[in-house]
T-cell receptor, first 111, second 114 residues
């Protein structure tokens, strides 16, 4: 079965800093990859997704992710974070219909 | 707003009790998924229904059960509740199921077992 690793558990940044959150999945073949964001006290919202095609995927709120097949990675990036990006970020992969989530990365952005 | 609704938002109950969580999928979505989010286990898939039929099972305890009704809403039943069942329970829905589908999540039900 698939598994997802998120190596950054807690990231603290100042506003305007650049962000990169790591995500690795366990095996290849056809993969559907997702990044979801959970703002404090709220539900999971879809940031972006990769199904096929251009490996550089653009999502909402200025986020993007790059699918690198050879590295089994799908890292999330944002060139300049804002205080409002403070949230928990989850990488996920589809495995036979169900979503397998990573453990999440808590991002804190200070003004 | 994803279009997926869940009730209730919060539930406080005692050990040994039984509760029912309700989910209404987005209009047109046939597939419903239940996930549990807890501090120690993270986000875990529990069960999936597709057009009224159970399609996949994850780490769901025998004390838990679910169903999807003809109008496509789903209910998750949790019985003989234990302290460790305290968690956030999310429902998600997608148009169909499988590769190429995006799951949209509801606001969740926060369950506290005392």
């Amino acid at each position: 079965a698939q598994s997802v690793s998120q190596h950054n558990h807690h990231v603290i940044l100042s506003e305007a800093a650049s962000l990169e959150l790591g995500c690795n999945y366990s095996y290849g073949g056809t993969v559907n990859l997702f990044w979801y964001v959970q703002y404090p006290g709220q539900h999971l919202q879809l940031l972006l997704k990769y199904f096929s095609g251009d490996p550089l995927v653009k999502g909402i709120k200025g986020f993007e992710a790059e699918f690198i097949k050879s590295k089994f990675s799908f890292n999330l990036r944002k060139p300049s974070v804002q205080w409002s990006d403070t949230a928990e970020y989850f990488c996920a992969v589809i495995d036979t219909d169900k979503l397998i989530f990573g453990t999440g990365t808590r991002l804190q952005v200070f003004p | 707003d994803s279009g997926v609704t869940q009730t209730p938002k919060h539930l406080i109950t005692a050990t040994g009790q039984r509760v029912t969580l309700r989910c209404s999928p987005r209009s047109g979505d046939l597939s419903v998924y239940w996930y549990q989010q807890s501090l120690d286990q993270g986000l875990q898939f529990l069960i999936q229904y597709y057009n009224g039929e159970e399609r996949a099972k994850g780490n769901i305890l025998e004390r838990f059960s679910a169903q999807q009704f003809p109008d496509l809403h789903s209910e998750l039943n949790l019985s003989s509740l234990e302290l460790g069942d305290s968690a956030l329970y999310f429902c998600a829905s997608s148009v169909v199921a499988g590769i190429g589908e995006t799951q949209y999540f509801g606001p969740g039900t926060r369950l506290l077992v005392l």
